[in-house]
């Protein structure tokens, strides 16, 4: 069993924000998977994907950013999910925007929901795929730039950077995350 999580804050308000864009990469998996996350359940919704006998479940927690742990471990506890088959999606201050970057395991990078993750599971053994979306300008707070909206020029670039993330998640499926994240870095 593999838990493939989207991080994000639910909401309208939040939709199509920096800090959403594990949610948007989600909604790229729903599309084409065929999948409903139907379940609501552990804080968040979910649904689960099959390859061939292996259960793939799919997660946006509904706990915002900075408490996602809450969802996660309960989700990985009750269906006894190992830590190395956690994979999570979320955005990097430090990357420009449409990048991406697989990791296997490392710090929380000053990322709330990472530190909730870290802190929930106990671990910061679990695989990642970092979506940049860059630094604000001089004077702009952080917290005020992850909650806002890609500008016109960075918009196709994180799209892009969306959908090779899908891609990324879909060949875990079937490849080692070693495999893929050689392929896709």
Same mark, same amino acid.
């Given at each position: 069993?593999?838990?493939?999580?989207?991080?994000?804050?639910?909401?309208?308000? $939040?939709?199509?924000?920096?800090?959403?864009?594990?949610?948007?990469?989600?909604? !790229?998996?729903?599309?084409?998977?065929?999948?409903?996350?139907?379940?609501?359940?552990?804080?968040?919704? $979910?649904?689960?994907?099959?390859?061939?006998? &292996?259960?793939?479940?799919?997660?946006?927690?509904?706990? /915002?950013?900075?408490?996602?742990?809450?969802?996660?471990?309960?989700?990985?506890? %009750? /269906?006894?999910?190992?830590?190395?088959?956690?994979?999570?999606? $979320?955005?990097?201050?430090?990357?420009?925007?449409? !990048?991406?970057?697989? !990791?296997?395991?490392?710090?929380?990078?000053?990322?709330?929901?990472?530190?909730?993750?870290?802190?929930?599971?106990?671990?910061?053994?679990?695989?990642?795929?970092?979506?940049?979306?860059?630094?604000?300008?001089?004077?702009?707070?952080?917290?005020? %730039?992850?909650?806002?909206?890609?500008?016109? &020029?960075?918009?196709?670039?994180?799209?892009?950077?969306?959908?090779?993330?899908?891609?990324?998640?879909?060949?875990?499926?079937?490849?080692?995350?070693?495999?893929?994240?050689?392929?896709?870095?």
């Amino acid at each position: 069993m593999k838990l493939i999580v989207g991080l994000g804050n639910p909401g309208r308000k $939040y939709e199509r924000t920096r800090h959403n864009i594990g949610f948007d990469v989600i909604d !790229r998996l729903q599309d084409k998977w065929s999948l409903d996350l139907n379940e609501q359940k552990f804080k968040g919704v $979910y649904g689960v994907e099959r390859n061939g006998t &292996e259960k793939l479940f799919v997660l946006k927690p509904l706990t /915002y950013m900075n408490l996602c742990g809450e969802s996660i471990a309960p989700l990985m506890q %009750y /269906y006894q999910i190992p830590i190395e088959n956690l994979l999570v999606i $979320y955005d990097d201050l430090d990357l420009e925007p449409g !990048r991406i970057r697989l !990791r296997q395991k490392g710090g929380h990078g000053g990322h709330n929901g990472l530190k909730s993750i870290i802190q929930h599971t106990g671990s910061n053994e679990f695989n990642r795929i970092r979506i940049g979306i860059g630094r604000p300008s001089p004077g702009i707070p952080v917290p005020d %730039y992850v909650l806002g909206r890609f500008s016109p &020029e960075d918009l196709q670039k994180v799209e892009d950077a969306a959908d090779r993330a899908a891609e990324a998640v879909d060949a875990w499926k079937d490849e080692a995350f070693l495999q893929v994240m050689n392929r896709f870095n």
